[in-house]
T-cell receptor, first 115, second 115 residues
Framework: AQSVTQLDSQVPVFEEAPVELRCNYSSSVSVYLFWYVQYPNQGLQLLLKYLSGSTLVKGINGFEAEFNKSQTSFHLRKPSVHISDTAEYFCAVSELGSGTYKYIFGTGTRLKVLA | DSGVTQTPKHLITATGQRVTLRCSPRSGDLSVYWYQQSLDQGLQFLIQYYNGEERAKGNILERFSAQQFPDLHSELNLSSLELGDSALYFC??????????????FGPGTRLLVL
């Protein structure tokens, strides 16, 4: 079975600084990767996803992620964060099992943007 | 706003009781997914329904059950509740469900507290 590892449980960063949230996955087959964001007291919202093609994926709110097959990583980046980016970020992989695709989520990274 | 609605927003109940959580998918979406989010387990996939039929099962306890009705709304029934069932329960929907790379749209969640 596939798995997703988000090594950083919390990442504090100052406003307007760049940030990278790390995500590694394990898989022996083709993967489909996602980043979701969860703002306080809200549901999850899709930031971006990688299905195929260009390894650099651009998402909403200025976020981007790079798929690296050799390192089995899908790190999320933003060149300049805002206070409003404070949220929890989840990496997910779409796994084929029992004839259907299911999401496997990482444990999440809590991004805290400091003024 | 994802278009997925969940009721109630909050639920407080006692151990041993039974509760029903309700989810209405986005207009046109045929698949509904249920997830449990807790501090110790993270975001866990419970079950998926497609057009009224169970499509996939995850880490769902036998005390839990779900169904999807002809109007495509879904209900998650939790019975013989235990303290450890306290969590945030999310519903998500997708157009078809089970396709590689398909985006899931999440509702705001129901926060369940078992006392």
């Amino acid at each position: 079975a596939q798995s997703v590892t988000q090594l950083d449980s919390q990442v504090p960063v100052f406003e307007e600084a760049p940030v990278e949230l790390r995500c590694n996955y394990s898989s022996s087959v083709s993967v489909y990767l996602f980043w979701y964001v969860q703002y306080p007291n809200q549901g999850l919202q899709l930031l971006l996803k990688y299905l195929s093609g260009s390894t650099l994926v651009k998402g909403i709110n200025g976020f981007e992620a790079e798929f690296n097959k050799s390192q089995t990583s899908f790190h999320l980046r933003k060149p300049s964060v805002h206070i409003s980016d404070t949220a929890e970020y989840f990496c997910a992989v779409s796994e084929l099992g029992s004839g259907t695709y299911k999401y496997i989520f990482g444990t999440g990274t809590r991004l805290k943007v400091l003024a | 706003d994802s278009g997925v609605t969940q009721t109630p927003k909050h639920l407080i109940t006692a151990t041993g009781q039974r509760v029903t959580l309700r989810c209405s998918p986005r207009s046109g979406d045929l698949s509904v997914y249920w997830y449990q989010q807790s501090l110790d387990q993270g975001l866990q996939f419970l079950i998926q329904y497609y057009n009224g039929e169970e499509r996939a099962k995850g880490n769902i306890l036998e005390r839990f059950s779900a169904q999807q009705f002809p109007d495509l709304h879904s209900e998650l029934n939790l019975s013989s509740l235990e303290l450890g069932d306290s969590a945030l329960y999310f519903c998500a929907s997708s157009v078809v469900g089970g396709r590689a790379g398909e985006t899931q749209y999440f509702g705001p969640g129901t926060r369940l507290l078992v006392l």
